[in-house]
């Protein structure tokens, strides 16, 4: 017999870890299964950082993209309090919600031993930075960070991870090939077969498995948007001005002034943070 959960969540990043966080806690009886083709958070292991090899081997599962915490589980964890870059969810929600809801996140996390220490453009540096940057016409964006370092942030998941795996289902090892609708069910079909059915279906796939789900919102009739992208670069001045001063503040404008940057057809924009 097939087995039926109340709600399937697709991807164990960190969309998927959070959406089964809040939906044990406000429905502590359903019955929630959450899949990832990668491993948990103990057993994730890249064999060049194992320095078992000198580059890239393609494994068919990355354990740096996927498993529990997703592809940032072994980032230096730094988390970006704000609505001007990053997203869009102000599209749909009022820009106070939006925060209210980040900082509930990282509300979560300080529970489970993230740092309270926050650091924020409302500083007196940062509003001088923002100043001077104003005449090469930069714009600096208005944000609160936190840094939580590498070690922390992976210790911060474990936590998450003893805290939910007595309250719901996790697979590991687990790719999910197909998805079919079945009147107002999902039915999800394995990687070795085994087909598994639910009311509600949360995808959360990340990065490595977008491909997959675009094909797979193709066969169900969903329509797909592309949405805008943000770049991240980061380069290295190779010449000096004589004023050591003017040379730290031109280095440190072009890093920030390439990091985020917004295309689209009709408009190209710097912004610094």
């Known amino acids: 017999m097939r087995k039926t959960y109340d709600t399937m969540i697709l991807g164990c990043g960190e969309a998927g870890v959070f959406a089964g966080y809040e939906l044990i806690r406000r429905n502590p009886g359903m019955k929630v299964l959450i899949v990832d083709q990668g491993q948990d958070i103990y057993h994730r292991s890249c064999p060049i950082v194992a320095g078992k090899v000198k580059e890239c081997i393609h494994c068919p599962v990355c354990?740096?993209?996927?498993?529990?915490?997703?592809?940032?589980?072994?980032?230096?964890?730094?988390?970006?309090f704000t609505t001007q870059f990053g997203?869009?969810?102000?599209?749909?929600m009022d820009a106070?919600?939006?925060?209210?809801?980040?900082?509930?996140?990282?509300?979560?996390?300080?529970?489970?031993?993230?740092?309270?220490?926050?650091?924020?453009?409302?500083?007196?540096e940062a509003k001088a930075l923002a100043r001077r940057a104003l005449a090469f016409d930069l714009h600096l964006l208005q944000a609160r960070c936190k840094h939580l370092g590498t070690e922390n942030n992976l210790r911060i998941l474990q936590n998450i991870y003893e805290g939910l795996k007595d309250k719901l289902e996790f697979r590991f090892n687990t790719p999910v090939t197909h998805i079919a609708r079945e009147g107002e069910d999902f039915r999800l079909t394995l990687g070795?077969?085994?087909?598994?059915?639910?009311?509600?279906?949360?995808?959360?796939?990340?990065?490595?498995?977008?491909?997959?789900?675009?094909?797979?919102?193709?066969?169900?009739?969903?329509?797909?948007?592309?949405?805008?992208?943000?770049?991240?670069?980061?380069?290295?001045?190779?010449?000096?001005?004589?004023?050591?001063?003017?040379?730290?503040?031109?280095?440190?404008?072009?890093?920030f002034s390439c990091r985020f940057q917004t295309f689209n057809e009709n408009s190209l924009r710097s912004k610094i943070f």
């Not at 354990?63 to 970006?80: E, I, P, R, V, Y």
Request: glycine fraction near 10%; charged fraction near 20%.
């Open 192 to 255: 070795k077969g085994e087909e598994l059915s639910c009311r509600w279906l949360i995808a959360a796939p990340g990065r490595s498995g977008a491909e997959w789900f675009a094909e797979e919102c193709k066969g169900l009739g969903i329509h797909l948007i592309n949405n805008r992208q943000f770049l991240q670069i980061i380069f290295k001045i190779s010449f000096f001005f004589c004023c050591k001063r003017n040379f730290f503040m031109f280095r440190l404008l072009c890093f």
């Open 63 to 80: 354990d740096t993209m996927c498993g529990f915490g997703g592809a940032g589980a072994f980032s230096d964890g730094k988390f970006n």
């Open 96 to 124: 106070r919600e939006v925060m209210e809801l980040i900082d509930y996140v990282d509300s979560i996390n300080v529970r489970h031993g993230a740092t309270d220490q926050v650091f924020s453009t409302e500083s007196p």
């Open 87 to 92: 997203g869009w969810l102000t599209d749909f």
